[in-house]
């Protein structure tokens, strides 16, 4: 062996300090492909087919044929583009931006681990060039974490600035992007989403502000692009289920008024009385309140079935939820809520009042994966001693995608890769096979719905927008 930290694991295999699955996950961590992994647990003296499955090794016999079985540029993205692993161009860099801290410290936090492993996959190289990455805080932690629109500004401000950078992976939340769109519009800057999913970003619709999306856009020409599905999805979609497969009858809508959580409300709410619902009230709830209880107790005296909050987890909804269930147990009133609130850390300060909490996800979760979507899983679960936090799937994917945008042009030049990006076609990921559209949206339109029980959010069904 070459690395000699590879050696060094397999005296640890052999004096039994290690067992066969940690040897396999480190070795592919260090960059072992699987037929070295099983030579050198032959070597010694373990036979490669008792041994557990190589997080770069294929899948079990049944996975997704869309989906590939190994954590390699051979068998990631869009097939035929060829790696270059040289570096004698320079540097090339990738700058993130999303909150780290508070409420959001696993989410932002799992998401530079996962960029960091599409970066190790491709050998931190690409087109010719070494490919540097840079993650910033878009939040600010006076305010549990979450994202602050002049620290966002600063953000893709810095990375506009950066000659090297080529790819603005940014940002986690919906509003935070409305700050940093036009800036890095203006300047070409590829700029592309693992977890934004406001329609107004990209579509057109009755329910978006005078101008949208045009506004974001000053340049004329689209720089954003995002492979999550969007609200006019999840908004649908969790309408949908709510009436027809739950049954609720009558709900009550809370947002924390906010472009993401407005937006995913008032398309359930849209959805929701177009399929014949009743909606009790549609509302914004202060995030700032000190609790809930009277507005709980209003809401409990006109007896809805259920409660749909459209809001993400830094701005109190696990205390919303908390006050919810003191007044409106949860064997007679559902709770439902969207993507913002599909982390653990809104599970924990929940407590006991998360129990039997439905949350849609834009995609699946990833212990819900298969293929080369559970190689994956297994790789970040064994770095990060935890379940990934969902959209640190779609974290990996934006970073291949910027990977092989620089592959595929092999030059210094935004525009050339932004067009690469934005012309992504039939690309292999962690989810299934996806491509972008004329609008930078995903032709993805997977979305899942998850309960929380025994204080883990825990994959239920596939649902699907009303027709």
């Known amino acids: 062996m070459v690395d000699p930290r590879l050696d060094r694991l397999v005296e640890q295999l052999r004096g039994g300090g290690i067992d066969r699955r940690t040897f396999l996950v480190r070795a592919s961590a260090l960059g072992m492909s699987a037929f070295a992994a099983g030579a050198a647990l032959r070597s010694a003296g373990v036979a490669a087919q008792d041994a557990s499955p190589s997080p770069m090794a294929s899948p079990s016999p049944g996975a997704s044929p869309a989906v590939g079985g190994e954590l390699t540029p051979e068998t990631l993205g869009q097939a035929g583009i060829q790696h270059n692993a040289d570096t004698s161009g320079g540097t090339v860099k990738l700058i993130s931006s999303w909150p780290m801290t508070g409420a959001s410290e696993q989410i932002g936090n799992d998401s530079v681990a996962a960029v960091e492993l599409a970066l190790e996959v491709y050998g931190g190289a690409a087109g010719g060039f070494a490919v540097d990455y840079e993650f910033l805080d878009d939040g600010i932690a006076a305010n549990n974490g979450a994202w602050d629109a002049t ?30 769109i036009p800036i890095t519009n203006e300047a070409g800057l590829a700029m592309i989403s693992p977890a934004n999913t406001a329609l107004r970003l990209t579509k057109e619709h009755p329910t978006n502000p005078e101008g949208y999306p045009d506004v974001l856009y000053p340049s004329g020409t689209r720089n954003y692009m995002r492979p999550v599905p969007a609200d006019d999805i999840q908004g649908s979609a969790s309408a949908n289920w709510a009436y027809n497969t739950k049954e609720a009858q009558s709900v009550f809508i809370l947002h924390d008024n906010q472009t993401y959580g407005l937006g995913v409300a008032q398309i359930f709410n849209d959805t929701y009385l177009e399929l014949g619902g009743e909606v009790l009230g549609f509302e914004p709830f202060d995030p700032q309140a000190p609790d809930y209880q009277a507005l709980m107790t209003r809401i409990a005296a006109l007896g809805p079935a259920m409660i749909y909050l459209g809001a993400i987890v830094n701005l109190n909804a696990s205390k919303l939820l908390q006050d919810m269930r003191a007044v409106m147990p949860a064997g007679e009133v559902t709770f439902m809520g969207p993507d913002g609130l599909i982390n653990q850390s809104f599970v924990d300060a929940a407590g006991d009042a998360a129990e039997g909490a439905y949350i849609t996800f834009a995609g699946l979760p990833a212990d819900a994966l298969d293929g080369t979507g559970a190689v994956w ?52 990921g962690l989810i299934g096979t996806w491509s972008f559209t004329e609008t930078g949206d995903t032709d993805a339109t997977t979305m899942s719905l998850n309960i929380v029980k025994d204080g883990a959010i825990t994959f239920q069904e596939d649902i699907a927008p009303s027709q």
């Open 151 to 180: 620290r966002e500004a600063e953000n893709a401000t810095r990375a506009v600035n950066d000659a090297d950078c080529m790819v603005y992976l940014a940002t986690y939340n919906s509003g935070a992007a409305e700050a940093a």
């Open 377 to 428: 899983f297994e790789t970040m679960q064994e770095r990060l001693g935890h379940v990934p936090d969902a959209y640190a799937a779609y974290s990996f994917e934006i970073a291949v995608v910027s990977i092989q945008a620089i592959d595929q042009v092999g030059a210094k030049d935004r525009a050339q890769i932004l067009d690469a990006m934005f012309n992504t076609s039939e690309f292999r």
